[in-house]
């Protein structure tokens, strides 16, 4: 595991950023796995200035976001789709047909998790995926107990997962219950992992992560077995 510690939250968005921007400078046509939350907010942020100055095009770039709700319109602006609208695609030069989100309200949703992870694979894999860290270790909305051989599939949210996510609804009972997220196991598929994770609470998720035992009761645990991880964290 390649860690690195940052002293300030502008430090951790900027390696990030910086992370992606390379690449990109590589392989302009390359996946993008993101994720939404907090904590990457602030890469997105860096994401844009560098656009903004012409150090970086997302022109051929494809993203695949991590999951999203059920049951939320895409113009609902709780609805993940909406979140990256606006923190991210609105400000760059991607096509949007290029930006990847499964749909929490398709007809059939045992068929949209199949068919997003079809399409991830005919794209030729995710280059780089962004993680944030769930307190209770789960990675995307795989949540403690998720099979290490999941792909792409419909959750229930842990409770916990509800009410700390409640911030953003206008009541807890407003957080559906329900979301569709890539699975542990398309998540290890990525050619490499940049994990984020910042302030204190994140510290103890963080620990677990990289010295205690490797189980589905922790998912994030099993990250530490990814050939290529870089851990970038600051409190
Ligand atoms: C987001 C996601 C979640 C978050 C995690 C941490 O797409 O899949 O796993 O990364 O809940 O969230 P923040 O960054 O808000 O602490």
């Known amino acids: 595991i390649d ?6 939250y502008e430090e951790l968005s900027k390696k990030a950023a910086n992370i992606l921007v390379e690449l990109l400078r590589e392989k302009p046509a390359a996946n993008l796995g993101l994720a939404t939350g907090s904590t990457p907010v602030g890469m997105y942020e860096q994401l844009i200035k560098a656009y903004q100055e012409g150090n970086v095009s997302f022109q051929d770039t494809h993203t695949y976001n991590l999951d999203e ?10 609805s993940y ?35 997003y992870e079809r399409l991830i694979k005919a794209n030729g894999g995710i280059d780089i995926q962004i993680l944030g860290l769930g307190l209770n270790g789960h990675i995307g909305f795989n949540e403690p107990g998720t099979d290490f051989a999941s792909r792409t599939h419909i959750v229930k949210l842990a409770e916990s997962t509800r009410t700390a996510n409640a911030r953003f609804f206008s009541k807890k009972e407003d ?33 677990r992560l990289m010295k205690g035992v490797v189980h589905p009761d922790f998912p994030a645990s ?4 990814h050939p290529n991880i870089t851990i970038i964290y600051g409190e």
Do not use: W
Not at 70 to 78: A, F, T, V
Not at 85 to 102: G, M, S, V
């Open 175 to 207: 957080v559906p219950k329900q979301a569709i997220t890539m699975g542990i196991q398309s998540i290890m598929e990525a050619k490499k992992i940049v994990l984020l994770a910042f302030g204190k609470k994140k510290m103890d998720p963080l620990q």
């Open 81 to 115: 789709h909406y979140f990256m609208k606006k923190t991210l695609f609105d400000h760059i030069d991607i096509n949007p047909d290029h930006t990847h989100i499964p749909s929490g309200i398709a007809e059939d949703l045992e068929e949209e998790c199949v068919s």
């Open 3 to 8: 860690i690195e510690k940052v002293s300030s």
């Open 69 to 78: 709700y059920i049951g939320l319109e895409r113009s609902d602006p709780n």
């Open 222 to 225: 099993i990250l530490r077995l």
